[in-house]
C-alpha cells in the first residue's frame, strides 16, 4: 500500500489480518505482486475456489485460535515454492530494514554491487513496490514505532529530527501520502494508531 484504502463498514465489522514481509507473499501464489498495489483484492482472484473456501471457513470459525489453523493449514496447502523469493530481494530489504529506509535506491544497489535498474525490476516482481517506495514505508514505520514507545506525542518538529527527515514539513508529507491526512488529525491524540504501522519483526 503506497496509499490510503478506505473501508466503510455497513455493520459490525472484525478484523482477522495476516501481515507479511515485503517478499513473504511471493511464495505462496503465482498472482504477480505489482498486479496487488493500492486495492484490496478478493480471495478468488488469488487462489480461485480455494479463496471461496477459505471465506466460508473463516466466517463459519468462532475463535481467533480457529481462524489461525484454518489459515496456517490453508498457506501451507498453497505454498508453491519456498525458494520463490530472490536472495537479492531478501539481502536487499534486510539492508533497509537495518538502515531503517534511510537509503537511496543509488545507495543501495552500490551496497548489493547490482545494477539499480536490474533491482527495480525485481522489486517490481516480488513486492509490488519500487525500493524508493519501500524504504520510505519503513522510515516512517521507525518513526512512528519511536514515537509508540515513548508513549507520548511530542512535537512534530521531534518526530521529524528522531525519522532523520529533513523538516517537519517533509514528515508530515510522507505521513499524508499513506494515509491521506496529517499526523495530528490522525492520531487525535491517541497513539494508539501507530500499532498499525509497526515495523516489521
Known sequence: ???PLEIKQTG???IFAIRFHPHGFIPFTSVAASTME?????????FGNKGDQLETE???ALTTEERIQIIEAFLMDCLVNEEAVDRLIKSSIETMLT????????????EL???RRQLERKFAAQVGLSPKQLAKIFRLQATLKTLLLKGQ??????????????????????????TGVTPKKFY??????STLFATFE
Do not use: C, W
Open 188 to 193: 487525535a491524540g491517541n497513539l494508539t494508531m
Open 12 to 14: 459490525r465489522t472484525d
Open 58 to 60: 473463516m466466517l463459519a
Open 113 to 115: 554491487s547490482v545494477n
Open 1 to 3: 500500500m503506497t496509499q
Open 153 to 178: 506525542a511530542p512535537s512534530l518538529t521531534v518526530i521529524a529530527y528522531t525519522g532523520d527527515y529533513f523538516d517537519q514539513a517533509h514528515f508530515i508529507k510522507d505521513f499524508k501520502e499513506f
Open 99 to 110: 538502515l531503517n529506509g534511510q537509503l537511496s535506491v543509488a545507495e543501495l544497489s552500490k
Open 38 to 46: 493500492n486495492r484490496a483484492v478478493p480471495l478468488t482472484e488469488l
